[in-house]
Structures are given as structure tokens and as C-alpha cells.
């Protein structure tokens, strides 16, 4: 983490150390390291194939005892493999995914999942027009600060432009949306800038009314911006309709049927958080990266058959479908080399090689 050239490519300062142990040395600080460094893999004493088959069984529902009698493993190991591929998956979402683009319309949900002993909140959010997993956040109760958490996520993602928040009737998604997408404007006066809600901010919810575990009526409301508006953004993001979460509704469902601590009624729950989160990341990449989604197919000629897109491919984030193998390897790169902060003049040696690696 102290070499200057670390978080930079096409720089050439990777050279090969050893082919037949492929390892890699840097030109500029001189350490050598694994090409498996920074990846699921690393340090992995197990076959890359025999890993990648497992976390592949985990991404699609099957539970961990199964895996355990199926292939002999000890519980231990599956679960750091488990743990090894969400926090990659994370890795890779917060380098690829969390980007700013124009999301048109996002929904978010809250999903309550049953774990040993206590009950768990994951919230998520979707971007409608793409199908792209924005992001989840997990909390021990569904109050202001996990929507808080959640919405900052969305903004990761968000360019200053029109963006329509479709929720449920959840009162906490209106004060953080409104706090979380605002900006300063800068009067020319001292003191702390006055802080603007975006004008092309929309929000909208739906809430519904059960009777019998039935819905009986439903009821939508526009809470920021006109019905004019909500209504245009809707036709540009799903192309007609009303006010819904039909979208992440559905997410939801396929989140709960590829992770096995999610299926209701089930016995397969989780025992730490840690290991929710891991899995919620593992199935949001995969779903993002890996899973053709079918209303996404679209045909390059009228006579040619359909071409399958994942959210990915439709985000434009990347131009192909993935394989695990391929989301567990990807190398993230680390975040770009800063000066350290000293007392008094820099050194000559210093300012050459911030005016190197750091212009």
C-alpha cells in the first residue's frame, strides 16, 4: 500500500517474477506478489475449479449441509469460501457498479429474513430500466438508519439528473431521499453553504391494504414532484404502467429462492450477519454479472434470434456475460497512491515522484 504506483495500469510497472509460480514483481517498489492477489482465490490451497463448483451451488440456493455431505468438506471451509466470495463480489460492486449514471427509476424494498435466534431487515434497491441490483444494506431493525444507508447507496450510483424513488409506504424512505440527494449551494457568503434538495428528485409510493394476508386496495401517492412528471419518468424507465415495486418485488423473490437463509420456512438460516451480507453481495454480483435477464434479450436483426444481456450488459458495465470463475478472479484495483502528509518542505526525491504518479 506505500508504493506509488499501486491503483495505476498501463504504466508499466508490472513486470513477470516467476511464470511457473505466477508471480509478479513491481518495477518501482520491488515486491513480488501472486497473481491470485486480491481475488477469492488467494492463498487458496483447494482446486480453482472445486471452489468456483461450490460457490456456484451456494448461488443458487443450495444449502451449505448439503454441500458438506455431498462433497465431504468441513463446514468451516465452506463457509470461509462463502465469506471469500461475498466480500469479492462486494469488491467488484463497489468498483464496477457504484459508478454515476442516469437511473431514471429506482425501487427499493425491505425484506424480513428470519435468522437463528433474532430477526433481520435487508433492504435493496433496483434500477427499473436495466434490472441492475443497486445495492443492500442489513440491520437489526427497519428504521431510519438502515433507509439511510440504502439511499446512499442509490446516490453512489446517481447522476445529478431526473431520478423517480418508487417505495412502499414506508415514511423514513421520504426523509432520507431527501436528505441523501441534495447539494450545497454556494452564495458567496461565509459560514456553511446552504444545502438544496435536487429538483429533479421524484418520489413516489404505493401502499397496499391487507385483509386476510390478501391485498384489497391500494393506494399511490406522489410525494415529491408533480403527476405529470412521475408519469413521463415512468413511460421513459418501464415503458407504461402505473406507480409500482413490481420490480424489485420480483428481485426480492429471486433473491430469496438463490439464497438458502432467505427460503421462508426453511432450516437452513443464518447464524452471523457477516455471513447474510457475503451472501446477499455473492447473489446481487452473480445476478448482476452472471444471470441472463429475459426481458433485457434483445434481437440485432428481425431475422436473427434474440441475444441474452445480463443487467451488466445493459448497464453498458460490461460487453459480455460473465462466469463465476471469471467475477471471483477479476482483479479490483486498489485505490490510487496519495503523499503523505508531513510538516515542512518536501524533499526533492518526494516531489518527483508525486509529479510522476500523481499528475
Keep these: 500500500m506505500d508504493c506509488p504506483a499501486r491503483g495505476q495500469a498501463g504504466k508499466g510497472s508490472i513486470g513477470v517474477h516467476s511464470r511457473q509460480d505466477k508471480r509478479w514483481r513491481c518495477r518501482v517498489c520491488g515486491k513480488t506478489f501472486a497473481a491470485t492477489q486480491g481475488t477469492a482465490f488467494y492463498r487458496l490451497r483447494t482446486p480453482v475449479e472445486l471452489m468456483t463448483l461450490v460457490v456456484t451451488l451456494i448461488a443458487h440456493g443450495c444449502p451449505r449441509q448439503a454441500i458438506v455431505a455431498a462433497f465431504g468438506f468441513d463446514e468451516r471451509t465452506v463457509a470461509d469460501w462463502l465469506v471469500r466470495a461475498g466480500r469479492q463480489s462486494r469488491a467488484v460492486h463497489e468498483h464496477l457498479v457504484e459508478q454515476p449514471r442516469d437511473l431514471g427509476q429506482v425501487q427499493a424494498d425491505e425484506l424480513?429474513?428470519?435468522?437463528?435466534?433474532?430477526?433481520?431487515?435487508?433492504?435493496?434497491?433496483?434500477?427499473?430500466?436495466?434490472?441492475?441490483?443497486?445495492?443492500?444494506?442489513?440491520?437489526?431493525?427497519?428504521?431510519?438508519?438502515?433507509?439511510?444507508?440504502?439511499?446512499?447507496?442509490?446516490?453512489?450510483?446517481?447522476?445529478?439528473?431526473?431520478?423517480?424513488?418508487?417505495?412502499?409506504?414506508?415514511?423514513?424512505?421520504?426523509?432520507?431521499?431527501?436528505?441523501?440527494?441534495?447539494?450545497?449551494?454556494?452564495?458567496?457568503?461565509?459560514?456553511?453553504?446552504?444545502?438544496?434538495?435536487?429538483?429533479?428528485?421524484?418520489?413516489?409510493?404505493?401502499?397496499?391494504?391487507?385483509?386476510?394476508?390478501?391485498?384489497?386496495?391500494?393506494e399511490r401517492w406522489v410525494v415529491q414532484g408533480t403527476v405529470a412528471r412521475v408519469e413521463k419518468a415512468l413511460v421513459a424507465s418501464q415503458g407504461k404502467g402505473v406507480i409500482n415495486t413490481a420490480y424489485i418485488e420480483r428481485l426480492n423473490a429471486t433473491f430469496r429462492e438463490r439464497l438458502a437463509s432467505l427460503t421462508r420456512r426453511g432450516r437452513a438460516l443464518a447464524r452471523k450477519t457477516l455471513t447474510l451480507e457475503?451472501?446477499?453481495?455473492?447473489?446481487?454480483?452473480?445476478?448482476?454479472?452472471?444471470?441472463?435477464?429475459?426481458?433485457?434479450?434483445?434481437?440485432?436483426?428481425?431475422?436473427?434470434?434474440?441475444?441474452?444481456?445480463?443487467?451488466?450488459?445493459?448497464?453498458?458495465?460490461?460487453?459480455?456475460?460473465?462466469?463465476l470463475q471469471e467475477l471471483l478472479s477479476f482483479h479490483v484495483p486498489p485505490p490510487r497512491w496519495t503523499p503523505p502528509k508531513r510538516r515542512g518542505r518536501r524533499s526533492r526525491a518526494l516531489q518527483l515522484i508525486i509529479a510522476q504518479w500523481c499528475s
Design 278 to 323: 457475503c451472501g446477499m453481495y455473492l447473489i446481487g454480483a452473480v445476478y448482476n454479472f452472471c444471470t441472463a435477464h429475459e426481458s433485457l434479450h434483445v434481437a440485432a436483426r428481425v431475422s436473427q434470434p434474440a441475444v441474452p444481456r445480463t443487467p451488466a450488459m445493459a448497464a453498458r458495465i460490461t460487453d459480455h456475460c460473465w462466469s
Design 112 to 218: 424480513r429474513v428470519k435468522t437463528q435466534g433474532r430477526i433481520l431487515w435487508m433492504a435493496m434497491a433496483v434500477m427499473v430500466s436495466t434490472r441492475l441490483w443497486l445495492g443492500g444494506e442489513i440491520s437489526p431493525h427497519r428504521d431510519l438508519s438502515l433507509i439511510r444507508r440504502l439511499v446512499q447507496h442509490v446516490r453512489a450510483c446517481a447522476l445529478v439528473r431526473r431520478i423517480l424513488l418508487c417505495t412502499d409506504g414506508l415514511c423514513s424512505y421520504v426523509r432520507a431521499a431527501r436528505e441523501t440527494f441534495r447539494d450545497p449551494v454556494h452564495g458567496g457568503q461565509r459560514g456553511r453553504p446552504r444545502l438544496r434538495v435536487w429538483p429533479q428528485l421524484l418520489i413516489a409510493q404505493v401502499v397496499k391494504r391487507y385483509e386476510q394476508r390478501r391485498v384489497v386496495d391500494v
